[in-house]
């Protein structure tokens, strides 16, 4: 219901061409289901990890990797960066670790989807030597403390950051301790837990951030 409400053109249209999926954690994957039996989604797309827990909720999804690079018209692709496969440490076998990393690119702004990726999934990135600078950043596991490493902030170097987070949730997220490092890298946080909906858009140049119905431009 909650996927439903934010989604007012695939309502209105009836139909998505494609639901990413970064884990099968329910808060990641729960409205996977409910989607897919009321809209028409071209298709579904998850980690090999995720597709036996995706069956048991009564989701069909085809597996992507890293490396792999989806082509969403001539200006837009979205590429998975981890977990990795031949080189996967003992840390990218937790759920959260294992998660895809997505970086959506439209034109020349970057988009990087961290999932709930903690400090040694951040590293192994950090020095695959991938280009992992972005315009904008959804924040790692909802701002936890076990996220958003000094490293990790300074390889992405993001005009904004979005937190992701329950109002009053039980985890405490965003934690103060990450909060803080994104003020020290003077990178704008916008959190779903205060601010409410957050929409980032672009037209491949300029970018623009939404939080209810005041907008600005961020690049």
């Not at 970057?110 to 924040?139: F, K, Q, T, Y």
């Amino acid at each position: 219901g909650l996927v439903l409400r934010a989604l007012p053109r695939a309502r209105a249209g009836r139909r998505l061409d494609a639901i990413v999926i970064t884990h099968a954690d329910a808060d990641h994957a729960g409205g996977a289901p409910a989607l897919t039996r009321r809209l028409t989604v071209g298709a579904v797309l998850a980690s090999e990890r995720s597709l036996a827990a995706l069956a048991e909720a009564g989701v069909t999804a085809s597996a992507i990797d890293i490396g792999d690079r989806l082509h969403l018209g001539a200006r837009t692709t979205i590429e998975v960066l981890s977990p990795p496969l031949a080189t996967a440490t003992a840390a990218h076998r937790s759920s959260n670790n294992g998660g895809l990393a997505l970086l959506v690119t439209v034109g020349e702004r970057r988009l990087l989807v961290a999932a709930d990726i903690e400090a040694p999934a951040e590293s192994w990135l950090v020095a695959s030597g991938v280009s992992l600078r972005a315009d904008a950043l959804i924040v790692p596991h909802h701002g936890s403390k076990s996220s958003s490493t000094e490293a990790f902030l300074a390889a992405v170097a993001p005009a904004v950051a979005v937190v992701s987070a329950g109002a009053d949730n039980p985890f405490g997220h965003p934690a103060p301790e990450v909060l803080a490092r994104y003020a020290d890298a003077a990178i704008a946080v916008y959190r779903t837990d205060r601010d409410g909906d957050v929409t980032l858009r672009t037209d491949g140049e300029r970018m623009w951030i939404r939080v209810g119905k005041v907008g600005r431009q961020v690049r």
